[in-house]
């Protein structure tokens, strides 16, 4: 069963900083260059 959108990204605040690199890496198909967290949570955010 599909997650909704808001439990994705609700999800997100409850990561690991490398747990949201790797979610970058995947959704974005090429590697994460930065590790500032929200930055990170607001691109994951965008593309889900």
Avoid: F, N, S
């Avoid at 997650?3 to 490398?18: F, P």
Wanted: one cysteine or more.
């Amino acid at each position: 069963m599909p997650k909704t959108v808001k439990a994705q990204i609700d999800a997100l605040g409850k990561m690991t900083t490398g747990e949201l690199a790797d979610e970058y890496e995947q959704l974005h198909k090429r590697p994460c260059r930065t590790r500032h967290r929200q930055y990170l949570i607001r691109k994951i955010a965008w593309r889900i």
